[in-house]
């Protein structure tokens, strides 16, 4: 069964802050699909949105190294496999599947399996928009970082459809067991009804780290008045803060 990928490097987990389920300051292999079925406005992974057009996905040489060769798309199980394990430090936490979409590629289970086989725990980090996918793999995932897409992400036509989906997917992954958060991209453009909105869905789900868009355009101002709107519905310790730390560190 074949991938289309984008890249498996090692580095730390930068986002999720101090919420349960989250995986911040730890180490990973994060394997990079190419391919989404969403939109968003500030994604920071715009190049690989349309995996037809990645044509080569690459893989660092040396851990931690920043040195990387690339191969064609698409890949083999066993390439991604064999990736992950030169990567492997001896202290990762876990394997880090983002993208692009994770569950768009039906091999995603396979490797999920292999990965469990061979002893590691798997990080699932996905847009949510996908439950009827999610469920296939749920059992195989050890923790999860949800999306909730905001108003402002214009991910898809329908929104709110998209943030009921969203969280559909976090029930699927919390009853199977995983340690799961959900991560909501903030902008100055967010209103305040809808991180209320947002709150009462995750009451009692899952905790919420709330993220600033990068480059930030919103106050720290507003960004606690957002922070308090969430903590007020759902409890002081079930909200946290998320900054993608690896940019400041200059790693990827």
């Known amino acids: 069964m074949k991938v289309v990928l984008a890249e498996i490097f090692n580095s730390w987990q930068g986002e999720g802050g101090s919420v349960d389920g989250s995986a911040f300051g730890r180490r990973q292999i994060f394997v990079r699909f190419a ?7 500030w994604c920071d992974s715009r190049r690989y949105i349309i995996a037809s057009k990645v044509k080569k996905w690459r893989y660092e040489i040396e851990p931690f190294s920043g040195h990387f060769e690339y191969k064609p798309n698409p890949a083999d199980v066993e390439d991604v496999v064999d990736a992950i394990l030169r990567l492997d430090t001896g202290d990762i936490h876990s394997i880090s599947y983002t993208g692009g979409e994770p569950t768009l590629q039906r091999a995603l289970k396979q490797i999920m399996e292999r990965m469990k086989e061979l002893g590691f725990r798997n990080f ?3 847009s949510g928009s996908q439950p009827k996918r999610i469920e296939r793999i749920a059992h195989l995932t050890d923790y999860a970082s949800v999306d909730i897409k905001d108003e402002t992400a214009k991910a898809a036509k329908d929104w709110k459809d998209l943030v009921l989906r969203e969280i559909e997917s976090i029930k699927i992954l919390k009853k199977a067991g995983a340690k799961t958060y959900a ?9 305040i009804e809808n991180v209320e909105w947002y709150a009462k869905l995750l009451k009692g789900v899952a905790p919420l780290a709330i993220q600033p868009r990068e480059p930030m355009d919103i106050s720290q101002e507003r960004l606690m008045e957002l922070y308090r709107t969430a903590a007020k519905v759902m409890g002081r310790e079930n909200v946290g803060l998320s900054f993608q730390v690896h940019k ?4 990827l």
């Not at 400041?248 to 790693?251: D, E, H, I, P, S």
């Open 248 to 251: 400041y560190l200059n790693v």
């Open 183 to 191: 991560k909501l991209v903030v902008t100055g453009e967010t209103k």
């Open 124 to 126: 699932l980090e996905t």
């Open 35 to 41: 391919g989404c079925d969403l939109k968003c406005e």
